[in-house]
């Protein structure tokens, strides 16, 4: 096989794209895997718990993610994007821009000390805008590669050409704010694409007044208030006033089954993430009132229906066959007036709820347009990456050599062990074309 | 700009200061206004509910009236304006329907060929809005408006395609005429007034609904931009206070009333007698 | 005519009509019927429900998905509606019930169920042109006004334009 062949390119670090990484590294491939963010991880890093086992998510997700930073095949780009491709299978030739950190990698030990120092506060993006970073951050505890990043929009050296507090306090002296960005040409036989989701922008829809009420939120921000490393610390506190919610009432198929959005699916998870948090509330606090309110509860799959079942028996959470048509919000209190009608009574009325969780549809990320473009693949009506074959080549975008698996080619029964199967096949498939040019 | 102006038979009927104070602010505006003569009933939605061809052919003839005049047909009334816009949408789109509503006009000699577009005041405000703030004399500084749109404004399936008349185009009306507009929950909800005379109860019930937010909203005034609201809102209080004991005591004015003052037009007693809740604190 | 029957006094149930749903599927306007997965949501922002919770839309679109024909055509259930659209803004799927009223309406008025109130406003429709007629007040007070004379269409033009739909033969 000419070298090119023996390499391949995976875009997207999370655990669809660390998997695939793994698998062919394992099998004697070089993989290199381009992450555009500073650490690979992904969603799955941003989550509590995984269901329906309830194993916490980053000590399972963790070990692999290391795994792909030592393993001696997979060379890992972060905070690097793919800005052009050339080629055909088994020789393309991708041009990979990697952003300037301001960190001279070498020399960072993510010791934090700068991340300590720095004055300024930025909205993180891991905690989905509900806790803070700094200018100089590392996305959370366990990123790889550990070390830091220097936000240039936001750093006051770069904006207003002061301070420089970090690099007074390197240790290291890791600190280059010279640093340009690098492009690099890399020859690979195979491109696999993971780029994973993004949540539908609920606030689009004025009824139900996400984005206008603070105590309305969406599943990830509720997996960042649930999970011990978020911005609370685990404590399930609300929004408005950090007290803990006695109430919580869970909206199913936000934006999914809805002709209107352009998310006329099912987005496939979102039954079983809300049975999965609605679980977790209630073992935080037993006492709170916790309502699904869904309109065909889709957990299928094995395990699924009984956690869901335990969950009413064991747990007391309330199932309502109903979605809701309003939420309005008392100001005084910041509770959310839930109206919908019990479709089981035919009566119409509405309850109060001290937080409102909103199961929102699965999205496209937005990078996969930008992405599209450069590689010169299809994407299908919603942004996901369209397959070659809906049957029989699922995994097969419309360019021979490039393949996308995991949520970035849509949402499917959904949950982490689904992204990993379809990675290993993936992996397996471009093992089996790379292997068939020899 | 020119509008076969479309005026319906609720406001000459029953709110002549509405119809005088419309037709002073909107040519002070460069709006010119031609009468459509000879107009029949718009076909509002109770008389949609009756039979759908009896709809489309009424609404029809007022439509071919305004094209032989040659500009696109303007209503100051929310009931009008979806009758007509829902009408013209899908007699512009669907043959089969607009087959058997030529077959129906040919009968009185006329024809519909989907040659203009229908418009509410509104939105013709809205798209030179530029206007009104070269004509502001009289800002109206501190004055807390609650938008009322009106249901038949905002929601016809006919107008999500071509343009989504929002809450917003209201309250950058208000506020182009200096005016602070107030945003509440039940911003989008009816005011009730289809009811009337089918379910009276059911009707005050909404209204004293709409009403109890409004006034928890703590507005100075609500605005309206159709009759049927207004009068629902504004004699509604009356009813509302006979049946439920509550006095709201809010003034409930036309968008237009707003608008000439702002522009630093007065009006007239009689002009302002269609109101029963006083408004002299607001357009004196 | 007859006079339509409080949905609520009714004492017996309604048989099934097979295709009664095909049948709305099939009118003008009524087309969303297909589509109603009955999520609720037009019932939980419908302003008429919120005052009589058994009202409310999704039931409605229930009895005709399992064909209650007659409880559907011959009770207020559909006249209670306030065709405000809030239905048609929240429904996901495109059922529309604010459009499939008007249906449900069309077909009422077509085997005779019209409430009184409405039958009044048909009348006045075709008798004057006009759903509010002008009276000699209105007329002083506009003259006082200094307000154009108004110029409606002549009755026998409405009268001539209706009398071939079931508008027409209404009253």
């Known amino acids: 096989m000419a070298i090119g062949e023996k390499n391949v390119m995976v875009i997207g ?7 695939a990484s793994l698998d062919l590294a394992n099998r004697g491939f070089t993989v290199h895997l381009v992450e555009k963010s500073p650490t690979i991880g992904g969603r799955m890093a941003q989550l509590d718990k995984t269901f329906p086992t309830m194993d916490c998510s980053i000590c399972i997700l963790s070990p692999k993610m290391i795994e792909c930073a030592r393993h001696t095949r997979i060379k890992l780009y972060t905070y690097s994007e793919v800005v052009g491709l050339k080629g055909s299978v088994g020789n393309f030739h991708v041009k990979v821009l990697k952003k300037p950190r301001y960190i001279d990698e070498a020399k960072c030990v993510g010791c934090g000390t700068c991340t300590e120092k720095c004055p300024v506060k930025v909205p993180s993006e891991f905690d989905m805008g509900l806790g803070m970073r700094k200018a100089i951050y590392m996305p959370f505890l366990q990123s790889v590669p550990r070390m830091v990043t220097i936000d240039p929009e936001r750093c006051l050296y770069f904006t207003k050409n002061v301070c420089k507090v970090c690099e007074k306090f390197c240790t290291s002296k890791a600190i280059d704010f010279k640093q340009k960005p690098a492009e690099m040409d890399l020859s690979v036989g195979a491109i696999i694409i993971a780029t994973g989701f993004d949540l539908f922008d609920a606030s689009i829809i004025p009824s139900l007044g996400y984005g206008k009420y603070k105590n309305v939120l969406n599943g990830l921000e509720l997996e960042r208030l649930l999970c011990a490393s978020g911005p609370t610390r685990g404590e399930l506190v609300r929004p408005s006033d950090q007290r803990e919610p006695k109430s919580v009432a869970f909206i199913q198929c936000v934006g999914s089954r809805d002709k209107r959005f352009g998310y006329p699916f099912c987005s496939s998870i979102c039954c079983k993430y809300a049975v999965k948090n609605a679980v977790l509330i209630k073992q935080h606090k037993p006492d709170t009132e916790v309502c699904i309110f869904y309109q065909d509860l889709r957990v299928f799959g094995k395990g699924f229906q009984e956690f869901a079942n335990r969950s009413k028996s064991e747990y007391g959470v309330k199932y309502i066959q109903s979605s809701p048509g309003e939420i309005r919000e008392r100001s005084e209190t910041g509770n959310l007036e839930v109206w919908f009608e019990d479709t089981v009574a ?10 409102v969780v909103l199961s929102t549809a ?23 990456i369209l397959a070659k074959n809906a049957v029989t080549g699922i995994f097969d975008t419309t360019v021979e050599g490039i393949y996308g698996c995991g949520y970035c080619i849509g949402p499917r029964s959904g949950d982490v062990p689904d992204s990993v199967m379809q990675a290993s096949a993936t992996a397996t498939r471009v093992a089996e074309v790379l292997t068939s040019l020899e | 700009m020119k509008y076969s102006f479309y005026i319906g038979c609720l406001i000459p009927a029953m709110e002549p200061g509405y119809e005088s104070i419309t037709r002073k602010v909107l040519p002070s505006l460069g709006l010119e206004l031609e009468d459509i003569k000879g107009a029949n009933c718009c076909a509002p939605f109770s008389i949609q509910s009756l039979d759908y061809y009896g709809w489309l052919v009424l609404a029809a003839r007022n439509i071919c009236l305004a094209e032989k005049m040659g500009h696109d047909m303007l209503a100051i009334c929310d009931d009008c304006f979806e009758s007509f816009t829902a009408a013209n949408e899908l007699l512009k789109k669907d043959k089969e329907a607009r087959d058997k509503v030529n077959a129906l006009l040919s009968d009185i000699g006329e024809e519909f060929k989907g ?68 945003d509440y929950p039940q911003k989008d909800m009816c005011c009730g007034g289809p009811l009337r005379g089918v379910n009276d109860e059911i009707s005050r019930r909404i209204s004293r609904e709409k009403l109890k937010a409004l006034k928890a909203a703590g507005v100075d ?30 003034p409930v004015t036309h968008y237009m009333e707003l608008l000439g003052k702002a522009i630093g037009l007065k009006f007239t007693e009689s002009e302002l007698a269609d109101h029963k809740v006083p408004v002299e604190r607001i357009l004196g | ?12 149930v309604s048989p099934v009509v097979q295709g009664f749903m095909n049948e709305v599927a099939s009118s003008p306007r009524g087309e969303g019927i297909l589509y109603c997965y009955q999520c609720g949501r037009c019932s939980g922002g419908c302003p008429v429900s ?38 048609v803004d929240r429904c996901p799927q495109g059922a529309d019930v604010g459009e499939v009223m008007f249906a449900i309406r069309n077909i009422a008025v077509s085997q005779g169920n019209v409430p009184k109130g409405l039958v009044e406003q048909a009348r006045n429709l075709l008798s004057s042109g006009q759903v509010v007629p002008l009276t000699h007040l209105a007329i002083e007070k506009r003259r006082k006004l200094g307000l154009p004379k108004i110029e409606f269409a002549p009755p026998e033009v409405v009268q001539n334009l209706l009398k071939k739909t079931r508008l027409g033969k209404l009253a």
């Not at chain 2, 038949?152 to 929002?166: E, M, S, T």
């Not at chain 3, 009895?63 to 809030?86: A, N, R």
Request: hydrophobic fraction near 40%; charged fraction near 30%; proline fraction near 4%.
């Open chain 1, 13 to 19: 670090g999370g655990i669809a794209g660390i998997q």
């Open chain 1, 346 to 355: 035919s009566e119409v009325r509405s309850h109060e709820f001290e937080l």
């Open chain 1, 362 to 384: 699965i999205a496209a990320p937005k990078e996969n347009q930008g992405l599209a473009k450069i590689l010169g693949i299809e994407l299908d009506p919603y942004g996901f």
């Open chain 2, 115 to 182: 040659l203009i577009e229908v418009k509410h005041v509104l939105e013709v405000l809205h798209e030179d809005i530029d206007l009104i703030k070269m004509n502001l004399r009289n800002p109206l500084d501190k004055l807390r408006v609650a938008a009322h749109p009106g249901c038949h404004l905002v929601r016809p399936k006919a107008i999500h395609q071509r343009i989504r008349l929002g809450f917003d185009v209201m309250d950058d009306l208000v506020t182009a005429i200096g005016a602070k507009a107030i």
């Open chain 2, 221 to 250: 005034c609500v605005a309206t931009v159709c009759p049927f609201c207004f009068r629902q809102l504004d004699l509604g209080q009356v009813e509302v206070k006979r049946y439920f004991k509550e006095d709201y005591s809010l």
């Open chain 3, 1 to 12: 005519m007859s006079e339509v029957q409080s949905q609520e006094k009714r004492d017996k």
């Open chain 3, 50 to 87: 919120r005052i009589v919770s058994k009202h409310n839309p999704r039931r409605l679109m229930e009895k005709i998905i399992l064909g209650f024909k007659d409880e559907v055509l011959s009770t207020d259930l559909p006249w209670y509606c306030l065709s405000c659209f809030t239905c």
